[in-house]
T-cell receptor
């Protein structure tokens, strides 16, 4: 149990385009999901908290207009990187909070490369 | 400010050795939760343990064991008889408030050599 999927696992795009990343909790419902960013050999940096049916809460320094988050159902949250630039290249990881175990379970991550 | 310190950046051991990964945190809260996650080279974070601040009993799960010392704000993780498959980055991640946010340490990279 407690499986979280992400799609795509990797994506390469041209500068200026938008990229959407999906995060799904496969066997449990998650009213709260989180989006992280991780640079090589560094720790995870929380970008935003995604709440089902309401606006996401962004961490300080994260541009909400650039990183659009939609949590339309109890099993799906999406992160859209708008007008991507090379500096947005990173490993993006989502997690879903399981209410029954009070634990965040993580997706496998999405590696974004912007050319 | 609440934070977590994993002082060991990298550890290299030979297979079958025991290894302990340190985690020290700072908090003013009396109620909090402590987590450990493993990140193998594939990148996916794997949940290892969740512990609340009221439960000070040490826990053992197979080759894994955790030592929680509330008095010193530490939650150390020991792998007994390490194996090559244990090679990964290990993160200690306390959760100090009701927002469910995790505070990730910098991680400890463990390399287990055959």
């Amino acid at each position: 149990g407690a499986v979280v999927s992400q799609h795509p696992s990797w994506v390469i795009c041209k500068s200026g385009t938008s990229v959407k990343i999906e995060c799904r909790s496969l066997d449990f419902q998650a009213t709260t999901m989180f989006w992280y960013r991780q640079f090589p050999k560094q720790s995870l940096m929380l970008m935003a908290t995604s709440n089902e049916g309401s606006k996401a809460t962004y961490e300080q320094g994260v541009e909400k207009d650039k990183f659009l988050i939609n949590h339309a159902s109890l099993t799906l949250s999406t992160l859209t990187v708008t007008s991507a630039h090379p500096e947005d290249s990173s490993f993006y990881i989502c997690s879903a909070l399981s209410g029954s175990s009070d634990t965040q379970y993580f997706g496998p991550g999405t590696r974004l490369t912007v050319l | 400010a609440q934070k977590v310190t994993q002082a060991q950046t990298e550890i290299s051991v030979v297979e079958k050795e025991d290894v302990t990964l340190d985690c020290v945190y700072e908090t003013r809260d009396t109620t909090y939760y402590l987590f450990w996650y493993k990140q193998p080279p594939s990148g996916e974070l794997v949940f290892l343990i969740r512990r609340n601040s009221f439960d000070e009993q040490n826990e053992i799960s197979g080759r894994y064991s955790w030592n929680f010392q509330k008095s010193t704000s530490s939650f150390n993780f020991t792998i007994t008889a390490s194996q090559v498959v244990d090679s990964a980055v290990y993160f200690c991640a306390p959760r100090m408030d009701s927002s469910y946010k995790l505070i990730f340490g910098s991680g400890t990279r463990l390399l287990v050599r055959p």
